[in-house]
């Protein structure tokens, strides 16, 4: 019903700059929200940013200041804007969709590698 596909994912230089897409298609109605959570090697997924419906947002403390989360709706879109890059940022990061009944939709992810 819903497809998500993530992009933008790469490797940057301690201190760099990436943004990461999420498209959405398919049956894109009754929105509660989405997100961008990642997962590290030997670790658990983990929310990273969430934008609402109604456009408020919330992030991880770890990311607080660094990155932004934002939405084109008119496009099923949502972006990641990730600055100051660090190595404990490198993961796999997942777009997710949640519908209003409660429903949970992930994309395939994309990594992101802060290496020097």
């Known amino acids: 019903q819903v497809q998500l596909v993530e992009s933008g994912g790469g490797l940057v230089q301690p201190g760099g700059s990436l943004r990461l897409s999420c498209a959405a298609s398919?049956?894109?109605?009754?929105?509660?929200?989405m997100g961008w959570y990642r997962q590290a090697p030997g670790k658990e997924r983990e929310p990273v940013a969430i934008?609402?419906?109604?456009?408020?947002?919330h992030y991880a403390d770890s990311v607080k200041g660094r990155f932004t989360i934002s939405k084109d709706n008119a496009k099923n879109t949502v972006y990641l804007q990730m600055n100051s890059l660090k190595p404990e940022d490198t993961a796999v990061y997942y777009c997710?969709?949640?519908?209003?009944?409660?429903?949970?939709?992930w994309g395939q992810g994309t990594q992101v590698t802060v290496s020097s």
């Open positions: 997710q969709l949640t519908r209003l009944s409660g429903a949970v939709y």
């Open positions: 934008i609402s419906g109604t456009s408020s947002t």
């Open positions: 398919g049956i894109i109605v009754s929105i509660a929200g």
